[in-house]
């Protein structure tokens, strides 16, 4: 992988398409994703952004932006102003194009200097999205954060299962992932589960019984109509759907969402999301 250092001249970009009623800005700490080569990576929507990726093969690249915390904090008051008056809260999503907890983070240390400076100047809310357990490293900051500001932990757990049929395994397996959510959600903190995209499920019951002993709540989203592209067109130009449809047939189509929904419903009562509500906090009822 090439890794650059690089700076930002603003690093709060004001949210749109999907994010639009998400959130009111997004924060990358970097540019580009060492998990991009991961299960997640291959389905991943940034992957087909070729702003991000600038013709590079996406998990081959990472730019490191050294100076993110600085950046946060010369513009954040601006930022603030301009969300509050056109979308009512000042909302940022960390991160939608990468992951802030990336194995490099112990090196550089970008998130960790970025929750420093959201503690000083606390956004109104803030998501922060993962793959990893490594975000327990940051639980003390997380928790101050969640003094100061509405702080909502997302950890992405698409499954039960750790692979799928010719595609490389998770960042970080399934247990290790759980076990976070658990232990973040006894520090007080508000965890959600996020099954984004949803990939097929061995046993629906037996995994989300285990996750009600873990999370506060689901979000279960399908790559048709969560990656950006019509019917999911982006997403079926990868692997992807092929090898979820070789372990359960139909679970690359919508209808597999609501079935999946259903299901959580009974141990996640009025505390599921779907889509792009979902991540806004929206619950069925």
């Known amino acids: 992988m090439k890794v650059e250092v690089v700076e930002v001249a603003n690093v709060l970009t004001r949210a749109s398409g999907y994010l639009n009623d998400v959130c009111s800005h997004s924060l990358q700490p970097y540019r580009g994703c060492s998990f991009g080569r991961s299960l997640c990576g291959v389905g991943c929507y ?29 513009h954040a008051p601006r930022e603030r102003v301009w969300a509050r008056k056109h979308r009512g809260r000042f ?18 240390g970008v998130t960790r200097g970025v929750l420093a400076a959201m503690a ?10 993962t793959h990893s357990d490594a975000m327990l490293d940051h639980r003390d900051a997380l928790v101050l954060l969640a003094s100061r500001c509405d702080l909502r932990v997302h950890i992405s757990i ?19 992932r759980i076990e976070a959510a658990a232990t973040l959600r006894a520090a007080g903190l508000h965890v959600v589960v996020t099954l984004a995209p949803l990939l097929p499920i061995v046993d629906p019951d037996a995994f989300f019984a285990r996750l009600a002993r873990s999370c506060d709540a689901l979000v279960i989203d399908h790559f048709i109509g969560g990656d950006g592209s019509k019917q999911g067109a982006r997403t079926l130009r990868t ?11 139909g679970s690359s189509e919508l209808a597999y969402r609501d079935e999946v929904v259903e299901v959580a419903r009974r141990y996640f009562p009025g505390r599921v999301g779907v889509g792009a509500e979902g991540f806004a906090g929206l619950r069925l009822p």
């Not at 940034?46 to 010369?74: C, D, K």
């Not at 698409?158 to 692979?163: A, G, L, Y």
């Open 91 to 108: 909302a940022i999503f960390l991160s939608s194009a990468t992951d802030p907890f990336l194995p490099h983070e112990a090196r550089f």
């Open 239 to 249: 692997p992807l759907p092929a090898a979820m449809e070789s372990v359960h047939t």
């Open 46 to 74: 940034v992957r087909h952004n070729p702003w991000v990726t600038a013709g590079r093969e996406w998990g081959g690249f990472l730019e490191v932006r050294r100076n993110a915390a600085e950046s946060y904090r010369a």
């Open 158 to 176: 698409e499954s039960d299962r750790d692979s799928l049929p010719g595609l490389p395994p998770p960042a970080v397996p399934v247990g290790r």
């Open 120 to 129: 000083d100047q606390p956004p109104d809310t803030l998501i922060v999205q």
